[in-house]
């Protein structure tokens, strides 16, 4: 029926992203396409896409958690797996032990018992350690970035260039000059 002038009616979409990365981040927030266009010049984008993101990490949306079982058991294997990275000597442990933990308190049990190589193979193949680390640092370094480059335009705006310069060379006046700034 191709031919129709009739608008064909669609069933709303709804675009859910589940988060549970290491930042803090709310247990909800929407986020929006245009976000990531560059040179808007704060004009309206012609196209827009929508996705309410949920944070997913053990202690967050603890309602959706509670109707979800299996959501929640996640949750708490992810943790667990973060928790003995920082212990155990290698990823491998981490996820052994991780797993036979989740398994010992009935967590996602049923699911271990019987996916445990493809859950492993499937995680040692995708995380990389050194590239995670590599990354969280990159990110630190670009807001630190953001926030420097926020500070010095207020400071030039307010013409302080002698707070600028001793902020260059002063970390602990440059903490200070943030702060009176609002930038954190």
Sequence with gaps: MIYHEKRVRLPKPKYIVFYNGTKNQPDSMELRL??????????????????????????????????????????????????????????????????DTCINQD?????????????????????????YEKTLKEDARE???????????????TKRYNDLERAAEDIEYQKKLLKEFGIE
Excluded: W
């Design 143 to 157: 807001e630190i970035r953001a926030e420097l480059n926020q500070l010095t335009i207020c400071l030039l705006n």
């Design 34 to 99: 245009s976000d990531c266009f560059e040179n808007t010049d704060n004009e309206a984008p012609c196209l827009e896409c929508t996705a309410t993101m949920l944070n997913i990490n053990y202690g967050h949306n603890q309602e959706l958690m509670k109707h979800c079982r299996r959501l929640e058991e996640y949750s708490i294997f992810v943790q667990c797996v973060r928790e003995y990275i920082q212990s155990e000597p290698s990823v491998e442990d981490a996820l052994e032990k991780a797993i």
């Design 107 to 131: 967590v996602l049990a049923d699911f271990f018992k019987k996916h445990r190589a493809e859950v492993t193979n499937m995680i040692l193949t995708t995380y990389d350690k050194d590239l």
